[in-house]
Nanobody, 121 residues
Framework: QVQLVESGGGLVQPGGSLRLSCAAS????????MAWYRQTPGKQRELVAT???????NYADSVKGRFTVSRDNAKKTMFLQMTSLKPEDTAVFYC???????????????WGQGTQVTVSS
């Protein structure tokens, strides 16, 4: 089984910065693409940023130029550096990845439990 643990959320003032982390553990043979999503009450989960295992990144238009996604493959960890935060960035942030477990030929999707980010003065 693969577990994802997010950390780094919290309360920050508008214009501030936060760095989220997502650490994967378990019987992992390989990790393919990784992504950050966010969700606010009553709305659909929104894709924020993706990063392939080769390091290619993509961002939602709403966060381009402010957020940076990165990963440390050796540590099976993904990061989201968030700067110039706005109140509308307030959400629960989730990490997601596609991974292959040892003994399985398939890639499966896994999700973290989410971490709250609140941007408010």
């Amino acid at each position: 089984q693969v577990q994802l643990v997010e950390s780094g959320g919290g309360l920050v003032q508008p214009g501030g910065s936060l760095r989220l982390s997502c650490a994967a553990s378990g019987n992992i043979l390989s990790i393919n693409s990784m992504a950050w999503y966010r969700q606010t009450p009553g709305k659909q989960r929104e894709l924020v940023a993706t990063i392939t295992n080769a390091g290619t990144t993509n961002y939602a238009d709403s966060v381009k130029g402010r957020f940076t996604v990165s990963r440390d493959n050796a540590k099976k960890t993904m990061f989201l550096q968030m700067t110039s935060l706005k109140p509308e960035d307030t959400a629960v942030f989730y990490c997601q990845l596609f991974a292959q477990e040892s003994g399985s030929p398939y890639l499966r999707s896994y999700w973290g439990q989410g971490t709250q980010v609140t941007v408010s003065s």
